[in-house]
């Protein structure tokens, strides 16, 4: 006799169903741990799994509010809330390179429990360029290299710090109708990468676009050149310079309209070189095409979400710097 699954709503989901939290050991402190998002939850619980011991535990959760607001901003306001046993950790924005000079980066740099990415945002160290060879060979199951992703980058980076400077520039002045988010994506983004010129041509596209935003805002701001400059250099003490400026962009600018680009059209060409070599090789009938089901079945992860499980950041300078402050902090609360 068949018997009947009752659906799952027909079931009386009591207490004794509900996942109970795992009772510390003896001596043991927890430290709740607040972030922005939901997204953010793996890349903050990475770091402190790091420091987790027999005396301390670290629980990360977004921000608990009855009317589930998350955010930045919402960490901001539970500053006064923040202790020994209990953190939050945000994106840095603009506040870790405007150093103190607007109301939120001075709360940011002097609030005793507040960790930041150093880094624009986490998406920024998930685009972190020696990492992203790695990204293609998961995604192509091909490891022939194809680009010098820190070359690239770099170049990328000089090119466009210019209208960066004036970006972050009218964000100190709280006036993004100076420079607005969406013409800097438009004068940052990239659409296609040419192989046959390691990329230079991309650049050089690029490099075309910034020169014009440059000339129009020169010329409709001329009072601010002179302290534009000035701000670049003012930034260098806080590690922006013309070759890592990729680092401190807007993230969600570098991570969807510079580097899925980048990697889908490598990848593409990845992914054809190897389809023609099975197609090439001795095998026909059912054999040819059992390699190429398999073959395509192992590459249907996609780059946005290789890149989101990406981990291979760790010896970028901002994220030790953010290490070292953790370790810092564990060390005066134990």
């Keep these: ?33 607040h972030v922005e998002g939901y997204d953010d939850v793996a890349f903050w619980r990475d770091i402190f799994d790091e420091f987790e011991s027999d005396r301390l535990t670290f629980e990360i959760s977004v921000a608990p509010r009855r009317d589930l607001a998350k955010g930045k901003k919402v960490l901001i306001d ?4 923040t202790s020994e046993e209990r953190i939050v950790c945000v994106d840095s924005d603009f506040d870790y390179l405007l150093d103190g000079q607007t109301t939120q980066s001075y709360q940011v740099k002097t609030a005793p429990y507040l ?3 150093y880094a624009y945002s986490i998406e920024n160290l998930l685009c972190y360029a020696p990492s992203l060879r790695s990204i293609c060979t998961k995604a192509t199951k091909n490891d022939m290299p194809t680009l010098d992703f820190e070359w690239w980058f770099e170049q990328y980076s000089r090119t466009i710090y210019p209208v960066f400077l004036w970006y972050i520039y ?15 994506k438009n004068d940052v983004r990239i659409q296609y990468i040419d192989l046959e010129t390691d990329g230079q041509s991309t650049i050089e596209w690029v490099s075309r676009k910034v020169s014009r935003r440059i000339e129009f805002l020169e010329r409709q701001y001329p009072q601010y050149v002179s302290l534009v400059a000035a701000e670049g250099e003012r930034m260098k003490a806080r590690d922006l310079f013309p070759e890592n ?28 070189l190897e389809m023609e070599h099975i197609n090439d090789s001795s095998a026909k009938g059912t054999p040819l095409m059992n390699a190429l089901d398999n073959y395509r079945n192992s590459t249907q992860m996609g780059i946005r979400n290789l890149l989101l499980t990406n981990t291979n950041y760790k010896d970028c300078f901002l994220y030790k710097r953010l290490r070292d402050d953790i370790r810092a902090y564990v060390s005066r609360i134990l």
């Design 245 to 272: 400026t990729y680092l401190f962009m807007q993230g969600h600018t570098l991570f969807e309209n510079v580097t899925v680009p980048l990697l889908e059209s490598i990848c593409s060409k990845l992914r054809r």
């Design 78 to 81: 539970m500053l006064e809330q």
């Design 170 to 184: 009218s964000a100190k002045l709280d006036d993004l109708t100076l420079y607005k988010l969406d013409s800097f």
């Design 115 to 117: 960790f930041h990415s």
């Design 1 to 33: 006799m068949t018997r009947r699954i009752r659906p799952l709503s027909m079931y009386d989901f009591t207490e004794e169903f509900i996942p109970q939290r795992l009772a510390l050991k003896d001596g043991q402190r927890c430290v709740k741990v």
